[in-house]
């Protein structure tokens, strides 16, 4: 038994810091520290989410905001115009960004390097531009939930707190998914792509599958998270579900705290959320802090190129099993 | 080598420090100190703000609270331009109110008024959350919305949670206010409502006119206010004799010129945005259409209209609000209504001397909001939140800003019903083309110009 958690043991790190996030709002009671985690394990999710596809496969994508607005479109019109209940609007929200990784998988990930870099960006223009223009979803200015359908989960204020408990457990099951991939074979696979691709090919990883796996692994959650996040915020318009802004602030968390690891983009999306949190409301900082977390950010990037976890992984060697 | 770059990032983090010093001293410079400010000078106040209801001079004691006006504001982003414009007509007016002494209640107790801000980019990430912390570590008393209908109806969800009242400026969307929301009130006209009035002023000029054609913007805000003026102007006895709408960016309007001749229109009302609107006013123009009115959105409110020269002449555009709109306590006694707090003429001097320059429609709409928050305190004699409520929902007054009464149906409460837009006319005084507000009457700057050519 004790032979198993110690195999394990970087799940349960990885496990462990999610749930301190979680359980942190659950033991002050107060609003405002759920609202600040509820934040952070949003872009702990969405940066997770990512690494399976940039960490492990070694393929960045600068539009992958476009599955959280996508699934967040989905869920939104399925609670507000279908009377859908929250937890099947989730699913569908899930099932559309995986669908259309799927789809644009078999076409995109051909392509390699910077052309598919630029080539996710067109991706995520293009379906803003679909959605701007799609009268079902309310074009241009979206659409806006009735504040009576809260009522069904209990009132806004309870409405609020099960959306906490929903993106805790989504964010628990984003570190599974990804413990999952780094240890089993079909992960290997993933990695030797992001190492060499060719040389992956010969060896018997049958890569466009592989990667095209990957790319839906990688949109499902953001899905789910997108239909989650807008129920919770009441409104959807096209500029609030696909913010460019968002893809690069996803990445840079995921550099942070150690591309290719679990525990990487934990560490890095909650040190970068705080950060911005305190920068925001800080009376000293408040008026300059993009200005000073790209100092900030500068900084890291210049001195701990493989982010923090693979600065400790490199400084001590004895916590390379713990830190993957 | 190492070393030099040490010595460069340290640079660098001391140079943002010293940045930070300085912009934090220039911010205290150019926005109006939120409370306390006794010591700058006093510019021109609300009318009433220092008188107190009659019963206040027989309260012995003077006990002073301050209440917390909680927003955020989007200072970094799309929207900065708009934001910030409101949140320096909302100082302004916390700087005048506490200058005179704040609101004195019945009971002797007298109301200041302090504001807490946060950046919200522009985005929704923070707007909840920020929005809590406002609520619950800064005990916010009324809340004040962010700019823009989308990041308004997320902080909607919180405040309506909490019980607080929210005044929302620069949010103009119906769809706000038909989704259950009790303590959300509008102080814009709603998109619903933007070209209505170009109706009225219609049919005012020429009760004969009967043929009406709307050419538009293919966009969704275009599209909102033009299908609710169709509907009102079909309503008010009009024939709708061409309804066509134009993709964003076209610059060739000579089909839909012709096709405006066809349907043997006298009055063109529609348009979307500015870059459109005044190539299709001078396309009309150099066509020398026979048409008597014209009536556009968004372009003829921009000054950079009047440089189409003689196709700008007596073009009507609607406007939240104008320097120039002469809403004064003789209009409001006119139109049978209380009149409070400045004229606009005062208000753009107040609003001059303190930032030196011209208040847009978005800084009045935040001095408005705080106007409307002052006479709601007064009109309650109490700053308890359902007492301010019911004193908001059985408001109906004129102020400098216009006409202020919310719907309090169940479907739409707090919907703005009683502001109208002002409705501006390029007039030719003496060869020079002039903005002056034609409509609705008790604004007026000038009589309307009739028929356009």
């Known amino acids: 038994m004790s032979k198993r958690i110690q195999q394990h043991a970087s799940l349960w790190l990885s496990l462990g810091a999610v749930l301190l996030i979680g359980i942190w709002p659950m033991l002050t009671g107060n609003a405002l520290d759920r609202e600040t985690a509820f934040t952070v394990l949003r872009a702990v999710a969405l940066a997770s989410s990512l690494n399976i596809l940039l960490g492990y496969t070694g393929y960045v994508s600068f539009g992958h905001v476009v599955f959280y607005g996508l699934g967040g479109y989905v869920g939104f019109y399925l609670i507000s115009e279908r009377g859908w209940s929250l937890w099947l609007a989730i699913l569908a929200g899930g099932l559309a960004a995986g669908l259309l990784a799927y789809l644009l998988g078999l076409a995109i990930l051909r392509l390699r390097g910077a052309y598919f870099a630029l080539a996710t960006i067109g991706v995520n223009e293009a379906v803003r531009a679909f959605i701007n223009n799609f009268e079902p979803f309310g074009g241009p200015t979206g659409m806006t939930l009735n504040f009576k359908i809260y009522k069904l989960y209990g009132g806004p204020a309870n409405a609020l707190q099960l959306s906490f408990y929903i993106i805790l457990g989504l964010t628990l099951l984003v570190i599974l998914v990804s413990y999952w991939v780094r240890t089993s074979k079909f992960g290997l696979g993933l990695l030797a792509i992001r190492e060499d691709e060719d040389a992956a090919e010969v060896m018997g990883v049958v890569a466009p599958n592989a990667k095209t796996w990957a790319y839906v692994l990688s949109a499902v959650i953001p899905g789910m998270v997108g239909a989650l996040v807008f129920f919770k915020n009441g409104t959807i318009e096209p500029g609030l579900a696909f913010p460019l802004n968002t893809s690069i602030v996803m990445i840079v968390m995921i550099m942070l705290g150690g591309q290719g690891t679990v525990l990487g983009p934990i560490l890095g999306a909650a040190g970068y959320e705080t950060m911005r949190d305190f920068l925001l409301v800080s009376p000293l900082f408040k008026n300059l802090q993009l200005a000073i977390s790209g100092v900030l950010l500068l900084i890291i990037v210049l001195f701990i190129p493989r982010g923090l976890v693979g600065w400790l992984r490199q400084r001590y060697p004895k916590v390379r099993r713990l830190l993957i | 080598m190492r070393r030099k770059l040490y010595l460069f990032l340290g640079l660098l983090v001391l140079a943002s420090l010293v940045l930070v010093g300085c912009q934090s001293t220039s911010s205290e410079a150019t926005s109006a100190p939120s409370s306390g ?3 700058a000078e006093v510019t021109q106040a609300p009318a009433e703000a220092t008188q107190a209801p009659a019963e206040a001079s027989e309260a012995p004691e003077a006990k002073e609270v301050t209440v917390t006006i909680g927003f955020t504001q989007s200072q970094t982003g799309k929207y900065n331009e708009e934001s910030s414009s409101q949140t320096q007509g909302l100082e302004l007016w916390v700087k005048q109110v506490n200058d005179q002494g704040g609101i004195k209640l019945s009971d002797g107790t007298v109301v200041k008024f302090k504001t807490v801000y946060y950046d919200d980019e522009s985005t929704g990430d923070k707007v909840q959350q920020l929005y809590t912390r406002l609520i619950t570590e800064d005990n916010a008393d009324f809340l004040i919305s962010p700019y823009s209908s989308g990041l308004t109806s997320m902080a909607a969800v919180v405040s309506e949670q909490y019980g607080k009242i929210m005044l929302a ?15 959300v009130y509008q102080i814009y006209t709603p998109a619903s409502r933007y070209l209505t009035g170009a109706v009225d002023l219609l049919k005012s000029l020429d009760p004969n006119l009967k043929k009406v054609a709307f050419v538009y913007e293919n966009s969704k805000f275009s599209q909102a206010v033009v299908g609710a003026a169709k509907d ?13 709408g134009y993709d964003p960016g076209t610059t060739d309007f000579g089909a839909f010129i012709n096709k405006i001749a066809d349907s043997g229109a006298e009055a063109v009302m529609g348009g979307g945005h500015f870059q459109d609107g005044s190539t299709f006013a001078r396309q009309l123009y150099e066509k020398q259409l026979d048409i008597k009115y014209l009536a556009l959105l968004v372009a003829p409110a921009d000054n950079g209209f009047s440089e189409l020269g003689d196709a700008a002449k007596n073009v009507v555009g609607p406007s939240q609000w104008e320097p120039s709109a002469n809403y004064s306590p003789e209009s409001a006694k006119a139109a049978g209504l209380a009149w409070f707090g400045p004229t606009s003429a005062e208000f753009a001097k107040a609003y001059e ?19 409307v928050l002052q006479k709601a305190i007064m009109d309650a004699d109490s700053v308890d939140p359902d007492k301010v409520k019911a004193a908001l929902d059985n408001m109906d007054l004129l102020i400098f800003f216009g006409h202020i009464k919310f719907d309090t149906s169940e479907d739409a409460h707090g919907l703005q019903i009683g502001h109208e837009m002002v409705y501006v006319q390029w007039q030719d005084k003496d060869g020079k083309l002039v903005k002056e507000v034609v409509w609705p009457k008790e604004g007026a700057t000038a009589a309307p110009v009739y028929p356009l050519r």
Do not use: C, M
Not at chain 2, 175 to 181: A, L, P
Not at chain 2, 360 to 366: D, K, L, N, T, W
């Open chain 2, 232 to 244: 009102y102007a079909e309503q008010q006895g009009y024939e709708v004799v061409l309804f066509e």
């Open chain 2, 353 to 371: 001397d303190a930032y030196g320059e011209t208040p847009s429609y978005h800084a009045a709409g935040g001095y408005a909001a705080g106007l």
């Open chain 2, 37 to 39: 400010g006794n010591e």
């Open chain 2, 169 to 183: 400026t620069g949010a103009a969307s119906d769809s706000i206010y038909t989704k259950g929301y009790e303590r």
